[in-house]
């Protein structure tokens, strides 16, 4: 296309102020268009019609500011979305629509949308230069937002805040479109994560909806995922699609999936190779398209090691891998995140509590051994203590817990002189707060809430964790030998 040549000679030159892109058949449009703008320094690229001037767009090197497209039909919801993708792509970029008539736009065309706007047919053609000369003005605003969110971003970078959630990181990796495997210690924020990635991908205004694979038995997993049939098992009273139906379009965030049984891992793989589900007690197939994050606490290969985890369910889902690390690795962000949350749960009206020097400087040298999650219950304590005095003391004393697990990230693997892998520290963390709540259960005579309460812990986080370390099942099996 030698116009494009044209283009990237004169962006070369540093000549262009602003790039138009003109789509359709409208050759007299073209004509006045150029005629009426060059003189202001606009740069015209006419292509023939809407699928090449989209494929244009969607080179992010594109540089273009305004998209016209004359004489626009797009009834199908593909047409639509591809321009939503183009918003996300190119966050500037002003798309101006010269429909046919209004019933060749589809019905949910948000029309709200700042990047996308109407032009009736009945306009004149001052009119529509005007709406170009406004876009055009509009695209240098958000351009320059842009530039200013990059150079604050890359600003956090350097003072140590976490790249993870940059708007350019989360746009690329939201538009990839493919799996994207988690990990990250209880609490860091991987649901947070895989919600702003679905934000910034071309499913943000489809469904996503979220399954903990540990929370629930493998038959109830399964017949959540994939969905049954009436009559398929006891209680199965009617047919109920799974969430691959519900999601389609969409994504589906399967949390723990470390801790997905294996028989149930392939038939999660049967979906990821051939995009297709059979609900329970059925002999029809569904054709599904849904995006998959996945996320753990877990080491995955040690699982696979161990042959608790397929590896060829891993590498499916292991196209991006993203590790989120733990709070006491990001100390630039306790204190933003501290008032966030503060503010988060803060009554109307009411003032928000002063986080003292003192508390700060506590906050920050604390652990965090229950990462954001620690935090924000730490951060209601504080509206309903309304004291700073009695947060720094008890973040000053710690839990037992917290501090077993802190002094072990300081110690080597005993037997072992020269272990130093983070994998090595962590089970050796893993067993000496394993050892810790089995101290606490037989000094209470195995009394749970009691237990609880003397390490200092909330009764549902330590039922987890007494699920997370099999305490409760070695137990049973003791007693039954």
Known sequence: METVQVVQDLRSEGSMLC????????????????????????SLLAVKGIPEAIAYLRDPGCEASVAVFC????RREHDFHELLELAVIHPHLQMLL??????SLPHDLPVNNENIRIVQKSSTFDGLVDSIREAADCADILLERAHQDEREEAAEVSSGGSPLFSTTFLTRVGMADVPVLLHGETGVGKEVMARRLCAYSPRAR??????????????????????????AFTGAASDKPGKFEVAQGGTILLDEIGDMDIRLQAKLLQVLQDGEIQPLGS?????????ILAATHRDLRRAIEQGTFREDLYYRLNVINITIPPLRERRSEILPLADALLRRHLRNGAPVPLLTD???????????????????????????????????QELKQGCKASVAVALSSHYRVPGNENASSIDDVIEQSRKAESKLLLEALEATRWNRRQAAARLNLEYRAFLYKLQKYGIAERRERDKAV
Request: charged share 30%.
């Open 206 to 231: 489809k469904p996503f909806l979220k399954l903990n694979c540990a929370a629930l038995p493998s038959e109830l997993v399964e017949s959540e995922l994939f969905g049954y049939e009436k009559g």
């Open 71 to 74: 004489n626009v039909t797009m």
């Open 19 to 42: 790039e138009i892109v003109i789509a359709g058949e409208y050759r007299d449009v073209h004509r006045c268009l150029n005629e009426e703008l060059e003189l202001e320094k606009y």
């Open 358 to 392: 003192e508390l700060q400087d506590a906050m920050l040298a604390y652990y965090w051994p229950g990462n954001v999650r620690e935090l924000e219950n730490m951060m209601r304590r504080f509206l309903v203590y309304q004291s700073a005095d009695l947060l720094v």
């Open 283 to 291: 002999n029809r197939t569904v054709k599904v398209n849904v995006r």
């Open 98 to 103: 010269l429909p046919e008539n209004l019933r």
